[in-house]
């Protein structure tokens, strides 16, 4: 996809594990949901991942190797489509 000549790189989220809610996310994102959407910035460490404009993980925290990634709340997997 492009938007403003910019390339969009369409992804898969995957939630690996909850570090605080205990499998009880309070909007139901417990370990095992998937997103899949466009990437608009790539990971960074101290800012929430997007996926899209409409969804977006909380800080991240530090970054793994295998497109892994840690948040304040959670371990997600990255993968590009």
Known sequence: MEENNIKLKR???TKLS???FNGLHPNNINPGFEIEGYELIPVIINE????GTNW???TVTKIMDN???KTLNSTYKLEYL
Do not use: H, M, N, Q
């Open 11 to 13: 992804i898969k989220l």
């Open 18 to 20: 909850d570090e605080v």
């Open 48 to 51: 929430p991942y997007w996926v």
């Open 56 to 58: 977006r993980t909380s």
């Open 67 to 69: 497109g892994k990634f």
